[in-house]
């Protein structure tokens, strides 16, 4: 049924950029808090970025000042604008939905593949 559906990411040599986009419903937009967060094998699953409903962020310290995560209410989307991107971005990069009403629950993405050559 309803689902995230992640595009843009992509082979980009360092230094370069990258957007990404996670499109869902209407529903799951509109009451959730919209993160992107990546996996690198052999590494947890960590939080990139994040904005809430009322539009607070949040970022890793290891993103700040080079990406920007933003919403599109009428489209129903969430982006990741990645600038200087580096090799240690390299990862899976999953949009995430979470809402802590009326219980804590995470909606996931598929995943798409950022590689950033040195």
């Known amino acids: 049924q309803v689902q995230l559906v992640e595009s843009g990411g992509g082979l980009v040599q360092a230094g370069g950029s990258l957007r990404l986009s996670c499109a869902t419903s209407r529903t799951i937009f509109r009451f959730n808090t919209m993160g992107w967060y990546r996996q690198a094998p052999g590494k947890q699953r960590d939080l990139v970025a994040s904005i809430t409903t009322g539009g607070t962020t949040n970022y890793a310290d290891s993103v700040k000042g080079r990406f920007t995560i933003t919403r599109d209410d009428a489209k129903n989307t969430v982006y990741l604008q990645m600038n200087s991107l580096q090799p240690e971005d390299t990862a899976v990069y999953y949009c995430?939905?979470?809402?802590?009403?009326?219980?804590?629950?995470?909606?996931w993405g598929q995943g798409t593949q950022v590689t950033v050559s040195s």
């Open positions: 995430n939905a979470r809402r802590s009403w009326p219980y804590e629950i995470n909606y």
